[in-house]
């Protein structure tokens, strides 16, 4: 498949693409179509994990490709099948930073190398997400810009719906997913109402139980000033009445 879709390839197909789109449906139509490259690529890591930093260094330099090569064909493949499972295996991912070197602020061009040598399945991973075809993503950037701070907010999308505070969906299609496949009505309707709920706290229109509370104390506290002015006036104006009358002749 991905040779049907790189441009510079000798098998890269035109037009309507009816190839690739023959290959994509029949991918997408087989169970375990996204967990069969997650196993590869998480036995390559184990085994290349067992080596690493051992001295065996034809070894591990063997097993370092055969990790890469697992990498390079499942996330580059797992971007072109837009499904329930690929979210969850590309997801999933996301959490898995074996392999990411943090570089000093003025890194030499050795460290440069030798943090270059791997790639985080994390990273590979917001690569392969943001080749999806989502109606809207939380991060739309060049795959080949993307870089390890970019990893985040993927990873804060996907937790969001993973705890079933989201949903997602893919272009040409209206249905919404979430984890398990079709969200349920019930889902979607309680995800509108809290995505309601955060815009009018966050447009200061939605008023919590305390503030109403503030808003009846001070509606019967100005009420209690009004009735008191008001009583005051009265009393006055009964005692003066009174007093005329007392002082008019009978």
């Given amino acids: 498949m991905t040779q049907l879709s790189k441009p510079d390839s000798p098998n890269f197909e035109k037009g309507d693409r009816p190839v690739f789109h023959a ?12 967990q069969y490259y997650r196993d590869r690529i998480l036995n390559a890591r184990l085994e290349y994990e067992k080596v690493k930093g051992q001295g065996e260094i034809e070894k591990e330099a063997g097993t370092r490709t055969e990790l890469s090569n697992a990498q390079t064909e499942g996330f580059r493949t797992m971007a072109y099948l837009p499904s329930v499972e690929t979210v969850r295996v590309l997801g999933e991912f996301l959490a898995d930073e074996r392999g990411y070197t943090k570089l000093p602020p003025d890194p030499t061009m050795k460290e ?115 009735l008191g002015v008001a009583s005051g006036v009265l009393l006055v104006f009964l005692v003066g009445y009174g007093w005329v009358r007392a002082g008019k002749p009978s």
């Fill in 23 to 34: 290959a994509q449906a029949a991918l997408l139509s087989i169970p375990g179509h996204a």
């Fill in 112 to 226: 440069i190398q030798e943090a270059g040598r791997e790639v985080p399945n994390c990273k590979g991973a917001a690569k392969a997400l943001v080749c999806l075809p989502f109606v809207s993503k939380p991060l739309d950037k060049n795959w080949m810009t993307l870089t390890y701070e970019d990893v985040a907010p993927w990873r804060e999308w996907y937790e969001q719906i993973k705890a079933g505070n989201r949903t997602f969906r893919f272009e040409g299609d209206p249905t919404e997913y979430d984890l398990n496949g079709p969200a349920s009505r019930q889902a979607l309707d309680r995800i509108a109402r809290a995505d309601k709920r955060d815009t009018e706290r966050a447009d200061g229109t939605r008023k919590g139980p305390h503030q109403k509370g503030a808003k009846d104390q001070s509606f019967f506290g100005n009420w209690g000033v009004i």
